[in-house]
Structures are given as structure tokens and as C-alpha cells.
């Protein structure tokens, strides 16, 4: 070592090199499909060049299709003016296509300059779920389509400029900047531009948007038949059940814009649609693999439950660090997701951890991957919507009293199930701390029974015929206050909003019925399980 050192030259470099730094083959250093959405263009051009052509063939069609949609032009940099940037984000679809897509880098955007208003409405996950539901108790056919760069449609009334692209700037041009005559992904206001012009557009066709939810639409002929439209960005169902009405309506919808005819669903916002007869089963299962493989969870011991027995995560005092604080996040995030589409056996769970998102600690962080260990033994679970069940809608709700050790605050859960299936799921920490268990009660039943007038708002504009929403409790106590408007000394100090379940019994928008604690499902929702309770639920 001494004389390799007194010597110098290349080898002694190369020795420091090796001790400095891991022996990476040239495989290992390719840029991994797991991580395909942090991928830049510079990491495509690290890839073999048949990779790279493939690639570069998904942008050139990306390019090729902004031109055809006239979303900009090549034009001089204004004085005073600056050019918005952008990026390549690159992408698997679930069919193996390679999808290359050009975005626009909004948080450059200046607010009153570049953008005024970008709110834009989506439909509710519960309300897709209601109405597959309702497709198997009515036999109602469900058809999918996507729309083809569908944010290029919509049209913008600010004057915005973006730098050419990355290694596809005109040649001898390369100075010039693209004035955006039409949306781009990424702009702020682009989700609004794209559905304005949508509203607009199935107007014609004569759809009339929903109140109650203002992803779906529907139309209707003067013998009755109807098609619903569900739209979700540029991912589209229609619903209906005329085959042959909604073949007609999904044809003129797709004269106004280019779109792939995806036949019969079989997958919406990740989540795969199984149809078996009467019934239709709903899961996130490649989406939930690609969750456990990114956190390297493929082989880790299963959980049986979400977290385990009795657990209650307690306030981090120190500050989490930036490494561990974003891990936390992502699987969060992740974990969400996955949640609020087709695992309600979580919810409890996530929304427990989530309050701990700003400064997580490292039993946060261990618990969070403990639930996407349970996910990992469950990730064939699948909700299940059964027509021959011929079962109509019903709610259950309960509470844990004092459940937060920190606030002491109670904890609501509640869900609706309609054709024997899970519709509809929520679990939260109250807002206020309640002074005993039957208050918590009447608070966590005056909040499932507004989501029970939201659900009746659904069933009226879709033509249905929907009476008083059965609502099970195992709290007597509730169901008293709820349908005896009077004032105890005990409960006169409740905020008047919880007193909105008195009017839902009293114009018949619900009727409270008791049920066991052992038979009650919402108990998964306000508190950890042991096994055996849980899988009984």
C-alpha cells in the first residue's frame, strides 16, 4: 500500500476509486422501470439504443399529436416575458404501451400573468362504486373509453410561452419559444380548460350534469331509456341499460375527439373490474404490487392485520429527518390511494398514521410498512358487488370514545353497503372532544346520516326510487337523543350541526336501528383488532 501510494499513477487511483465507491456493473446502472416516473430524458439516453428508439418514438408521436392539435407555435420571446419550462415524463400503461408525454412546469406559473382560476371538478370514487353496484342489481352495461391527449382540447385565454423541449428543439431555431394556444399536462389551468370544454361538449349530446356529483352525466330519451356518462379526466364509462343506446352515445362522443374504444370495462383509475355473472369484483392488485416491490416489501413476512392490537402511535417530539420524512410520505400517499379506492379493511389504519405526516418518526414509518406487509398477504382481496343478492342500501356507524391519547378526541367510522358490497367508507377523529360515549355516538350517527342524504340527492337525479336509508347502531343511547327532540342536561351542550340527524328521522331520510357491538363492521374502523375480530368482519 506504501509503495503503491509513493508510485502514484493510475493504479493507485483506481485503488481509491474502489474503496471509495461500489463496484457497479453497467446493468445496475440503467435506470430502473420502478422508478420510470422520476425518469428524465437524460436517463432514456443511458438505455441500450433499441430502448432508446422505442422511446424516442413515444415522444416523437407526443410531438406529432400536439402539432395535429394545434396546442402551439413557434414564435419569439416577448420583452419582459418569461418562458415557462418543461419536462419529459415517461410511462409503462398496464398493456405494455410505451407512453411518452410532454408537461409543462406550472409552479414556474405566475398567478394573475399565466393563470387566473384552476379549480376543476372530479367524480367521487364512492359514487363509481354506487353505481357498479347498481349495475348488478339492475343488469346495466358498462363501456369504457379513453381520450386520447385529452388536455390538448382545451383552450386557454392567457398568453403563456414555454421553451422548447429537450433534445427536440428546431434546428437553427433553437432560440425561439412555443406560444400555447391550447392546454398542456402540467399547466395549472389545464384540468379546468380540458373540462369546460367536456361540459360543454356532452351538452350537445344531451347529457345534464349531476348536482350531487359533478363527474357524471346523464341523459335521457322521451321513452325512458338513459345512458350515464362517468367522466374522470380522460378516463370515461358509460353506463346504461340499452346496449345499443349507449353504443349510439359512446359513437357520438367519440366524433368530438380522438379516444381508444376499451369495449367493456375491465380496469378504471387502476382499479381492475372483474365481471362473473351478476356479480362485479374491484381490486387495485398490480397497482398494490407495484406499491409493495417500490418499498421492497416482495418478501417480507405477512401481517394479518393492518396494525397490530392496541396500537396507538404517539406524537414524534424530536425532528423527523428529510430522508425518513419523505419515505413516510410516499408510502402514505400510496397507501391512501389504494385505501380510498377498494380497501376499506385500512382505513382505520392509514387515517390513524396520516396524522403524522408533517414529522413522522421512525416507528411511524415502521408501522407504515407494517400495513403494506398486510397488504402484501391480502393483495388478492377485492371488494364484491352481488346483484342476486338483491340486496338494497343500508349503513352501519360507530365510535371509539376518547380513542386519541394526545387530544382525547373520539374516533367516527361508518360505510353504506349496496348490493351486499362496501360502497362507501370513512373513518376520522372528531372535532370536538365528546363528554361521554353515547355523545360520541349521536355525533358519528349525525355524520353518516348527511352521507345518507348525499347518497338519496345520487338515487333521485339517476331516477330512482330510493326510501329511508336504514342506519345501524350499537349505541341505544344515540338512537334516543336522535329521535327525541329534547334537551337533556347531558346533551344541551351539543353543537348544533350534530342535531342535523334529528331532522333526517324526523322528514324519513333515515331510520336508526340497534345492532350488537360483536355484529356492528364499523368496529374496524375506530380501533386496532386482534385477528380473530377482524377477520370476522
Known amino acids: 500500500m506504501a509503495k ?48 432508446q428508439w422505442e422511446w424516442r418514438t413515444a415522444c416523437h408521436e407526443e410531438l406529432e399529436a400536439l402539432h395535429k392539435c394545434k396546442v402551439f407555435e413557434l414564435t ?143 341523459c335521457r330519451l322521451a321513452d325512458g331509456s338513459f345512458v350515464i356518462l362517468v367522466a374522470y379526466v380522460d378516463d370515461i364509462l358509460f353506463i346504461g341499460p340499452k346496449t345499443a343506446l349507449l353504443a349510439s352515445k359512446k359513437r357520438d362522443f367519440m366524433t368530438l375527439w380522438k379516444c381508444r374504444d376499451l369495449g367493456d370495462c375491465k380496469e378504471f383509475l387502476r382499479m381492475r373490474i372483474l365481471c362473473k355473472g351478476r356479480k362485479i369484483l374491484i381490486d387495485q392488485q398490480p397497482y398494490l404490487e407495484k406499491v409493495v416491490e417500490r418499498f421492497g416489501m416482495t418478501n417480507a413476512k405477512f401481517a394479518q392485520t393492518p396494525l397490530p392490537q392496541g396500537y396507538n402511535p404517539v406524537e414524534n417530539k424530536a425532528q423527523a429527518l428529510p430522508a425518513l420524512h419523505t419515505e413516510f410520505q410516499q408510502i402514505i400517499g400510496s397507501l391512501l390511494y389504494i385505501m380510498l379506492g377498494t380497501r376499506p379493511d385500512i382505513a382505520f389504519a392509514v387515517t390513524k398514521l396520516v396524522q403524522f405526516a408533517a414529522n413522522p418518526s421512525q416507528e411511524h414509518l415502521n408501522k407504515a410498512r407494517y400495513i403494506v406487509r398486510y397488504l402484501a398477504g391480502t393483495a388478492k382481496y377485492s371488494l364484491v358487488f352481488d346483484g342476486a343478492s338483491n340486496k338494497g342500501l343500508i349503513a352501519y356507524t360507530d365510535s371509539d370514545y376518547a380513542a386519541d391519547p394526545i387530544k382525547r378526541r373520539s374516533q367516527t367510522g361508518f360505510l353504506f353497503k349496496l348490493a351486499d358490497g362496501i360502497i362507501s367508507w370513512q373513518s376520522h377523529a372528531q372535532k370536538t372532544v365528546a363528554r361521554s360515549a353515547t355523545e360520541a355516538e349521536y355525533m358519528a350517527l349525525s355524520d353518516c346520516s348527511r352521507q345518507a342524504v348525499w347518497m338519496q340527492h345520487v338515487f333521485k337525479e339517476l331516477g330512482i326510487l330510493q326510501g329511508p336509508v336504514p342506519i345501524c347502531t350499537d349505541n341505544e343511547g344515540a338512537i334516543f337523543i336522535a329521535s327525541n327532540p329534547v334537551q337533556e342536561r347531558c346533551t344541551k351542550h351539543i353543537d348544533m350541526r350534530y342535531h342535523y340527524v334529528r331532522e333526517c328521522v324526523e322528514e324519513k331520510h333515515v331510520e336508526l336501528f340497534w345492532v350488537p357491538t360483536n355484529e356492528n363492521p364499523v368496529d374496524m374502523f375506530t380501533k386496532n383488532l386482534g385477528h380473530v375480530k377482524f377477520l370476522r368482519f
Open 4 to 51: 503503491l501510494a509513493q508510485e502514484g499513477g493510475v493504479e493507485f487511483i483506481n485503488f481509491l476509486l474502489a474503496k471509495t465507491l461500489p463496484d457497479v456493473r453497467a446493468e445496475d446502472s440503467l435506470p430502473k422501470e420502478a422508478n420510470i416516473h422520476d425518469w428524465t430524458f437524460r436517463d432514456v439516453l443511458k438505455l441500450p439504443q433499441a430502448q
Open 76 to 218: 419569439q420571446l416577448p420583452p419582459g416575458r418569461k418562458a415557462i419550462k418543461n419536462r419529459w415524463v415517461f410511462d409503462i400503461k398496464s398493456d405494455g404501451r410505451k407512453k411518452a408525454r410532454l408537461v409543462a412546469k406550472g409552479f414556474s406559473q405566475v398567478e394573475g400573468i399565466d393563470f387566473d382560476e384552476i379549480f376543476s371538478p372530479v367524480m367521487r370514487f364512492e359514487t363509481v362504486r354506487l353505481l357498479f353496484a347498481l349495475s348488478t342489481l339492475e343488469g346495466w352495461h358498462i363501456s369504457a373509453l379513453d381520450v386520447k391527449n385529452a388536455f390538448l382540447y382545451g383552450k386557454l385565454d392567457e398568453e403563456i410561452y414555454m421553451e422548447q423541449p429537450e433534445c427536440f428543439k428546431v434546428k437553427g431555431q433553437e432560440r425561439k419559444v412555443l406560444r400555447l394556444r391550447r392546454a398542456l399536462y402540467g399547466l395549472k389551468q389545464a384540468a379546468l380548460a380540458w373540462w369546460q370544454e367536456l361540459a360543454a361538449s356532452v351538452k350537445k349530446l344531451g347529457f345534464i350534469r349531476l348536482y350531487s356529483d359533478a363527474g357524471i352525466f346523464v
